[in-house]
């Protein structure tokens, strides 16, 4: 327990009570695997009944658990902040170090043999610890929108999916964001600008039958699923190439799971268009969704889209070849004196001394 106390500070019984409860409510995510913000924190307080839906709570939340912190009453490890870290360079002590780690971390492109690929995108930095050990688990990619995402990022994304489909794989990107006017819109945003990129792209380098007066975007998908079966991949034609696809925060899971609401800003320029077509004043963040409850979302896309057997096959490869690596690390001295004997012999590494050593 990482728990060591700064200051000295009395605290009142209904204080003690919520620091209580923050510990439990750590402990039973920390048992897990998972780590909580402190919205995710004030979130699962709220669903509970144990505090009101408002900000003064969660700022004084916020306080209680930093003096908390303090005062050595909370462990340091239950609350982390994903917004603010530190870059490092990362050392080793020795070469023989460098691969024993890399042994462990050695990791092969599980998917390649799937003829599929999977990203998950999430809107924002704080929720991304949630989705971090699902995806790695599952070999998936994922990154944080941080909202909107920039032009960069999803000009960069619609090349990737360009060259999984050259490749001969399809893809889906699964969407995670808050279930507010903002939110659901950056769904639509983010399919729009790939399909404009990749469409343009794909055009430019392949041959494009027309069906119509024009270059449809039917007409580009049906190039593309024809180069995939070109590939070798099995796809059906009502089958999507590539898709983005929402899968949380959506208004069936907040009637499944009924997270805490918030009123929808009416300050947002979608307001209007939020309210027209989901007929709602209430929004949802994503931060109020159980974290267990999203990961499980994850892990469902991840076993409808996965071949096990395929997968298992390259699991058992790419557990020899650590092996390999872990023997090379066991080894080290035996290998480093090889090497600098070669060195030593060669120091120029003149194939002519090599050809000489030879005769």
């Known amino acids: 327990m990482a728990r060591t106390r700064y200051i000295d500070k009395k605290f009142s019984a209904d204080t003690r009570a919520v620091i209580d409860h923050a510990n439990s409510i750590c402990q039973s995510y920390a048992d897990q695997g998972l780590t909580l ?34 005062a050595g009453l909370m462990d340091w490890n239950h609350l982390i902040d994903r917004t603010r870290n530190l870059q490092d360079m990362r050392t080793w002590d020795s070469p023989a170090e460098l691969v024993r780690e890399n042994a462990e971390r050695f990791h092969r492109d599980l998917w390649a043999p799937q003829r599929k690929r999977l990203e998950v995108w999430i809107e924002k930095d704080a929720a991304i610890g ?76 392949h041959q494009v039958t027309r069906t119509g007066a024009r270059i449809s975007r039917g007409d580009i998908r049906r190039s593309m699923r024809e180069h995939l079966r070109s590939k070798g991949t099995e796809i059906g034609d009502d089958v999507a190439p590539w898709r983005i696809k929402r899968i949380a925060l959506n208004h069936d899971q907040v009637l499944t799971y009924d997270p ?42 991840v076993d409808q889209l996965r071949d096990e057997d395929s997968w298992a096959e390259a699991e058992r490869e790419m557990e020899g070849q650590r092996e390999i690596l872990a023997g090379i690390a066991a080894n080290w001295d035996e290998i480093a004196q090889l090497v600098r004997r070669k060195t030593t012999s060669h120091p120029n590494n003149d194939p002519v001394a090599d050809e000489n050593e030879g005769e």
């Open 37 to 70: 913000t402190l919205r995710q924190l004030y979130y699962q307080f709220v669903a509970r009944g144990l505090l009101p839906n408002a900000q003064k709570e969660y700022d004084r939340l916020g306080k209680i658990c930093r003096e908390a912190r303090d």
């Open 260 to 301: 805490p609401p918030n009123p929808a800003k009416t300050t947002d320029a979608r307001y209007r268009r939020y309210r027209e077509e989901t007929g709602l004043d209430e929004s949802w963040e994503l931060d109020a969704l159980d974290p267990i409850v999203l990961q499980d979302l994850v892990q469902i896309e």
């Open 130 to 205: 949630v989705i971090e050990g699902v995806c790695q688990r599952n070999s998936v990619p994922f990154f944080s929108c941080r909202g909107y995402t920039s032009a960069s990022e999803v000009h960069q994304a619609a090349q990737r999916i360009r060259w999984h489909i050259e490749a001969g794989h399809q893809v889906t990107v699964l969407h995670i964001g808050d279930h507010d006017p903002s939110g659901l819109d950056m769904s639509r945003d983010i399919e729009d600008r790939v399909n404009r990129y990749i469409n343009t792209d794909w055009y430019g380098l």
